[in-house]
Protein backbone atom coordinates (compact mmCIF):
# COMPACT_ATOMS: atom_id res chain seq x y z
CA UNK A 1 0.00 0.00 0.00
CA UNK A 2 1.09 3.29 -0.66
CA UNK A 3 0.61 6.55 1.30
CA UNK A 4 -2.30 7.55 -0.30
CA UNK A 5 -3.98 4.38 0.57
CA UNK A 6 -7.77 4.79 -0.80
CA UNK A 7 -11.01 4.99 1.72
CA UNK A 8 -13.54 4.77 -0.91
CA UNK A 9 -14.19 4.27 -4.66
CA UNK A 10 -16.72 5.60 -6.36
CA UNK A 11 -18.06 4.36 -9.98
CA UNK A 12 -20.34 6.58 -12.13
CA UNK A 13 -21.69 4.30 -15.00
CA UNK A 14 -23.00 7.39 -17.19
CA UNK A 15 -19.74 8.92 -16.82
CA UNK A 16 -17.25 6.01 -17.26
CA UNK A 17 -15.27 6.93 -14.05
CA UNK A 18 -13.63 5.66 -11.38
CA UNK A 19 -13.22 8.25 -8.40
CA UNK A 20 -10.99 6.58 -5.22
CA UNK A 21 -10.73 8.84 -2.16
CA UNK A 22 -10.10 9.40 1.42
CA UNK A 23 -12.07 11.40 3.86
CA UNK A 24 -14.07 13.90 1.59
CA UNK A 25 -11.30 14.37 -0.68
CA UNK A 26 -11.37 12.59 -4.24
CA UNK A 27 -7.28 11.69 -4.65
CA UNK A 28 -7.42 9.86 -7.47
CA UNK A 29 -9.70 9.69 -10.68
CA UNK A 30 -9.44 6.61 -13.46
CA UNK A 31 -11.43 6.13 -16.91
CA UNK A 32 -13.41 2.74 -16.93
CA UNK A 33 -15.68 0.86 -19.07
CA UNK A 34 -18.88 -0.90 -16.89
CA UNK A 35 -21.36 -2.90 -19.06
CA UNK A 36 -22.34 -2.67 -22.21
CA UNK A 37 -26.06 -3.75 -21.07
CA UNK A 38 -26.28 -1.23 -18.64
CA UNK A 39 -26.77 -1.69 -15.25
CA UNK A 40 -28.47 -4.71 -13.26
CA UNK A 41 -28.21 -6.45 -10.61
CA UNK A 42 -29.00 -10.28 -12.08
CA UNK A 43 -27.43 -12.97 -12.59
CA UNK A 44 -26.84 -13.80 -16.05
CA UNK A 45 -27.39 -10.17 -17.22
CA UNK A 46 -24.46 -8.94 -18.30
CA UNK A 47 -24.91 -5.67 -16.43
CA UNK A 48 -22.96 -4.09 -13.88
CA UNK A 49 -24.41 -4.12 -10.33
CA UNK A 50 -25.26 -0.95 -8.85
CA UNK A 51 -25.27 0.15 -5.16
CA UNK A 52 -22.62 -0.45 -2.15
CA UNK A 53 -20.03 -3.04 -2.15
CA UNK A 54 -16.86 -3.86 -0.44
CA UNK A 55 -13.21 -5.32 -2.04
CA UNK A 56 -14.24 -9.22 -0.94
CA UNK A 57 -10.59 -9.90 -2.71
CA UNK A 58 -7.37 -8.28 -4.18
CA UNK A 59 -5.73 -10.82 -6.55
CA UNK A 60 -2.64 -11.10 -8.73
CA UNK A 61 0.05 -9.06 -6.43
CA UNK A 62 3.29 -8.81 -7.79
CA UNK A 63 2.34 -9.96 -11.29
CA UNK A 64 3.45 -8.36 -14.42
CA UNK A 65 1.77 -5.88 -16.38
CA UNK A 66 -0.85 -7.78 -18.71
CA UNK A 67 -0.54 -11.06 -16.80
CA UNK A 68 -3.46 -13.10 -18.22
CA UNK A 69 -6.40 -14.59 -14.80
CA UNK A 70 -8.46 -16.98 -16.19
CA UNK A 71 -10.52 -18.30 -13.15
CA UNK A 72 -8.94 -15.46 -10.90
CA UNK A 73 -5.62 -17.54 -11.59
CA UNK A 74 -2.60 -16.35 -13.35
CA UNK A 75 -1.80 -18.59 -16.71
CA UNK A 76 1.26 -18.07 -17.11
CA UNK A 77 0.62 -15.80 -20.11
CA UNK A 78 0.99 -12.36 -21.02
CA UNK A 79 -1.33 -10.69 -23.31
CA UNK A 80 -0.08 -9.75 -26.51
CA UNK A 81 -1.94 -9.00 -29.73
CA UNK A 82 -0.83 -12.05 -31.05
CA UNK A 83 -2.21 -14.08 -27.93
CA UNK A 84 -5.25 -12.45 -28.31
CA UNK A 85 -5.72 -13.28 -32.16
CA UNK A 86 -5.01 -16.87 -31.15
CA UNK A 87 -7.69 -16.49 -28.34
CA UNK A 88 -10.63 -13.69 -29.94
CA UNK A 89 -13.57 -14.97 -27.68
CA UNK A 90 -11.74 -14.71 -24.28
CA UNK A 91 -13.26 -12.13 -21.99
CA UNK A 92 -9.45 -11.24 -21.18
CA UNK A 93 -8.61 -10.55 -17.25
CA UNK A 94 -5.44 -8.84 -17.08
CA UNK A 95 -3.02 -7.67 -14.09
CA UNK A 96 -4.81 -7.51 -11.64
CA UNK A 97 -8.57 -8.07 -10.11
CA UNK A 98 -10.12 -6.39 -7.18
CA UNK A 99 -13.18 -8.73 -6.52
CA UNK A 100 -16.42 -7.23 -5.27
CA UNK A 101 -19.00 -8.78 -2.58
CA UNK A 102 -22.56 -6.26 -2.56
CA UNK A 103 -23.55 -5.26 0.79
CA UNK A 104 -27.07 -4.80 0.03
CA UNK A 105 -29.28 -7.88 0.62
CA UNK A 106 -31.89 -7.96 -2.08
CA UNK A 107 -29.86 -5.61 -3.79
CA UNK A 108 -26.54 -6.85 -4.95
CA UNK A 109 -26.08 -9.23 -2.21
CA UNK A 110 -27.35 -12.95 -1.92
CA UNK A 111 -29.79 -15.29 -3.86
CA UNK A 112 -30.08 -14.13 -7.93
CA UNK A 113 -28.54 -10.81 -7.17
CA UNK A 114 -25.21 -11.77 -5.56
CA UNK A 115 -22.39 -9.35 -7.39
CA UNK A 116 -19.78 -12.03 -5.54
CA UNK A 117 -21.67 -14.68 -6.93
CA UNK A 118 -21.40 -13.07 -10.45
CA UNK A 119 -17.83 -12.87 -10.29
CA UNK A 120 -18.06 -8.89 -10.53
CA UNK A 121 -14.51 -7.21 -10.53
CA UNK A 122 -12.62 -4.49 -11.21
CA UNK A 123 -9.99 -5.76 -13.70
CA UNK A 124 -7.27 -4.40 -16.07
CA UNK A 125 -8.31 -5.12 -20.13
CA UNK A 126 -5.96 -5.31 -23.28
CA UNK A 127 -5.22 -1.27 -24.29
CA UNK A 128 -7.36 -1.74 -27.52
CA UNK A 129 -10.69 -2.16 -25.32
CA UNK A 130 -12.20 1.25 -25.13
CA UNK A 131 -12.02 3.51 -22.12
CA UNK A 132 -14.88 5.60 -21.50
CA UNK A 133 -17.44 3.70 -22.79
CA UNK A 134 -19.70 1.26 -21.68
CA UNK A 135 -18.11 -1.85 -23.48
CA UNK A 136 -18.02 -5.23 -20.52
CA UNK A 137 -19.73 -7.99 -19.38
CA UNK A 138 -21.05 -6.37 -16.46
CA UNK A 139 -17.46 -6.14 -14.57
CA UNK A 140 -15.44 -2.59 -14.47
CA UNK A 141 -12.62 -2.95 -16.80
CA UNK A 142 -9.46 -0.32 -16.25
CA UNK A 143 -6.32 0.07 -18.25
CA UNK A 144 -3.91 -2.12 -16.92
CA UNK A 145 -1.34 0.35 -15.47
CA UNK A 146 -4.31 2.17 -13.63
CA UNK A 147 -5.65 -0.82 -12.20
CA UNK A 148 -1.87 -1.99 -10.54
CA UNK A 149 -2.05 1.82 -9.72
CA UNK A 150 -5.39 1.31 -7.71
CA UNK A 151 -4.66 -1.96 -6.82
CA UNK A 152 -1.86 -0.47 -4.66
CA UNK A 153 -4.03 2.04 -2.73
CA UNK A 154 -6.65 -0.30 -1.78
CA UNK A 155 -7.31 -3.19 0.93
CA UNK A 156 -9.88 -5.54 1.32
CA UNK A 157 -12.65 -4.19 2.95
CA UNK A 158 -12.63 -0.97 1.19
CA UNK A 159 -16.34 0.25 0.14
CA UNK A 160 -16.84 0.82 -3.35
CA UNK A 161 -20.15 2.70 -4.44
CA UNK A 162 -22.17 1.97 -7.66
CA UNK A 163 -23.90 5.00 -8.66
CA UNK A 164 -25.70 6.07 -12.00
CA UNK A 165 -23.13 8.89 -12.17
CA UNK A 166 -20.93 10.89 -9.96
Not at 71 to 86: A, Y
Not at 90 to 102: A, E, F, M
Request: overall charge neutral; proline content about 5%; hydrophobic content about 35%.
Amino acid sequence: MTEQTAAWLRIGLRSQRLELGRGEEVIGEYQVSTARLGAGEHYGSQKTPRGMHVIRARIGDGLPIGAVLVGRRPTGEVWTPQLMRCHPDRDWILSRILWLSGTEVGRNRLGRVDSMRRYIYIHGTPDTEPMGEAASHGCIRMRNEDVVDLFDRVAVGTPVNILEDV
